[in-house]
């Protein structure tokens, strides 16, 4: 089974925090996400990353940044963290072109910014 | 640009009865379509996708969605629910028509299913 892993499940950090959130899967997949979730309007894409060392802006990017140095690892970075990044964080990857469609999901990471 | 509707917030429906989640889609070439669940405090499941072939597809616990090109939608149906169903339910679209980045997909706004004793 695609295993989909997230540092934390729960954070809670002070506003002008830098913020690392961290993902890993172990299937050996290419492609990789994160989203974030807030009621009433579902998953927004932030970053995805289609190779290592490659990014991609997703629709919400201003206010994060990611890394991918590694082809099993992505991280999110909340360079100066703000309230209204008040959010559920969830990570996925899905294989390369022409093989799995769906994406796996982690587990979330809901982050509260006081 | 790709898009998702889910017209319904809350979908109420006494166990045993069948049960409808409703999504339509948009996009410039052929979809790739997809249903997500999510229990409480916990990341989104794969439930089925339509990539080509029947419209009927079937998945998970009983699910199954029907693929209709002529209205655009993706209506996901199980014959009698369970409390057991009751989650928040995702759709999801992706454009094969694009050629970069076309691994995005596109997610609606979801629809809770409450399935009631």
């Known amino acids: 089974d695609v295993k989909v892993t997230q540092s934390s499940r729960y954070l809670v950090k002070r506003t002008g925090e830098k913020v690392f959130l961290e993902c890993v899967q172990d299937m050996d997949h290419e492609n990789m996400f994160w989203y974030r979730q807030d009621p009433g309007l579902g998953l927004r894409l932030i970053y995805f990353s289609y190779d290592v060392k490659m990014k991609e802006k997703g629709d919400i990017p201003e206010g994060y940044s990611v890394s991918r140095e590694k082809k099993e690892r992505f991280s999110l970075i909340l360079e100066s963290a703000s309230t209204n990044q008040t959010s559920m964080y969830l990570c996925?990857?899905?294989?390369?072109?022409?093989?799995?469609?769906?994406?796996?999901f982690g587990p979330g990471t809901r982050l509260t910014v006081t | 640009a790709q898009s998702v509707a889910q017209p319904e917030d809350q979908v109420n429906v006494a166990e045993g009865n069948p049960l409808t989640v409703k999504c339509t889609y948009s996009v410039s070439g052929n979809p790739y379509l997809f249903w997500y669940v999510q229990y409480p405090n916990r990341g989104l499941q794969f439930l089925l996708k339509y990539i080509t072939g029947d419209n009927l597809v079937k998945g998970s616990y009983g699910f199954e969605a029907e693929f209709n090109k002529s209205q655009t939608s993706f209506h996901l149906k199980k014959p009698s629910a369970l409390v057991s169903d009751s989650a928040l339910y995702f759709c999801a679209v992706r454009d094969t028509s694009i050629n970069f980045g076309n691994e995005k997909l596109t997610f609606g706004t979801g629809t809770r299913l409450t399935i009631i004793p």
């Open positions: 996925a990857s899905s294989g390369a072109r022409g093989q799995d469609y769906e994406q796996y």
